[in-house]
């Protein structure tokens, strides 16, 4: 494989002068450089446009829900003879903070 002896190294210089122009502040360089990188066409594209309006409707939603509203995420235990549970915990500061902490964060 060629990964390691020809793709390394190609990252290695990419990564080194994406480096230097962000430390110089080389706006055009980068801008050249991450657009020709993330050119999207075709099928991808189909895919892209899609990602960007489930997303737009996400934040809408978000944007709309009302305040104060808090969203917790549940954790998910792997029981003793491999069965997954998903815990839930109630939409309040109490509910994150018990969510973290059994996280063992």
């Known amino acids: 494989s060629k990964i390691l002896s020809h793709g390394k190294p190609s990252l290695g210089r990419l990564l080194l002068r994406l480096h230097v ?3 110089t502040a080389d706006i ?16 991808f594209e189909a895919w892209r ?7 737009s409707n996400e934040s809408s939603s978000l944007a709309q829900s009302e305040p104060g509203s808090k969203i917790v995420q549940p954790n998910t235990i792997l029981e003793r003879d491999g069965q997954v549970v998903l815990k839930l915990y ?16």
């Open 49 to 55: 446009q899609a990602a960007v309006a489930a997303w």
């Open 21 to 23: 122009w962000r430390c």
């Open 90 to 105: 109630e939409a309040s500061d109490e509910g994150i903070i018990q969510s973290f902490v059994e996280r063992d964060i």
């Open 28 to 43: 055009k360089m980068c801008k050249e450089l991450y657009e020709t990188l993330s050119v999207v066409d075709g099928q």
